[in-house]
């Protein structure tokens, strides 16, 4: 383990342990004296149906990011400084690509998420975060 951590990312998609997640990387970050990337990936696979559909389900998606980023603006409070950062994409993929850009030395993540139907087919996005990504990994129940 790394004593100081510099960039750290907390990866947020409105669960409970997505919650735990956003509590644990603000202590680290108090801890490290150095703020938070916090990353909202809206998974671009609920958007399905017909074109006339698109739109409204964009717009739902839309506003549970919103709903989402709110909280956990909530959370941290003003605790540490922040930047916020909200993608359209596959999640686990995102937050992988995000870290290696910005050169993240940590990600906090929830241990499961909303989706159960995503992680019975696909896999669990932290499972494939710890995986692929180029830094340590944190996985919060």
């Not at 938070?36 to 149906?49: N, P």
């Not at 909530?74 to 910005?102: H, R, S």
């Not at 989706?115 to 995986?131: E, P």
Request: glycine share 6%; proline share 4%.
């Amino acid at each position: 383990m790394k004593e100081v951590y510099n960039k750290i990312l907390v990866a947020v998609d409105g669960s409970k342990q997505s919650e735990n997640a956003v509590q644990e990387a603000v202590a680290i970050a108090k801890r490290n004296q150095t703020s938070l990337f916090v990353l909202h990936v809206k998974d671009e696979t609920q958007l399905s149906g017909t074109p006339y559909a698109m739109p409204l389900n964009l717009e739902v998606l839309e506003n549970n990011a919103q709903q989402i980023l709110d909280n956990v603006k909530k959370i941290i409070n003003g605790e540490v400084p922040y930047e916020i950062y909200d993608y359209t994409g596959l999640p686990k993929k995102q937050i992988v690509e995000f870290a290696e850009e910005f050169g993240i030395d940590l990600i906090v993540i929830g241990s499961n998420g909303k989706n159960l139907l995503d992680r019975i087919l696909l896999g669990s996005t932290s499972t494939y975060v710890v995986s692929h990504a180029p830094c340590n990994v944190m996985v919060v129940k």
